[in-house]
């Protein structure tokens, strides 16, 4: 399955052109490298996501056999590896 899709069926990203705007920022990467949207992503790869509020790595567990997954069963879909908060910019204290 495309990164841009399985982050939007595993709900890790609310909309498919946020993904792409996220991978175009070099914000995604899976294994280690930059990700691209069309990257095929299986099961077993690591992908970091780098938002403003801090870097979430998960682990791709299963892949969906259709692009739309139910909210209750996308968690199932990724295993969270890392989760850490960007540190607070001392301006605002």
């Known amino acids: 399955m495309r990164l841009d899709l399985f982050l939007k069926s595993s709900r890790l990203v609310p909309r498919r052109s946020l993904a792409q ?4 920022a070099g914000r995604i ?12 992503v299986g ?20 892949i969906p056999d259709k692009k739309q997954f139910s909210k209750k069963e996308a968690p199932e879909l990724y295993e969270v590896v ?10 605002n204290l």
């Open 29 to 40: 990467s899976v294994n280690g490298t930059a990700g691209k949207a069309g990257r095929d």
């Open 82 to 91: 890392s989760e850490s908060q960007a540190p607070e910019d001392d301006l």
């Open 21 to 24: 705007e996220f991978i175009k």
């Open 43 to 62: 099961e077993g790869d690591t992908i970091e996501i780098r938002k403003h509020s801090g870097t979430t790595v998960v682990l791709v567990r299963d």
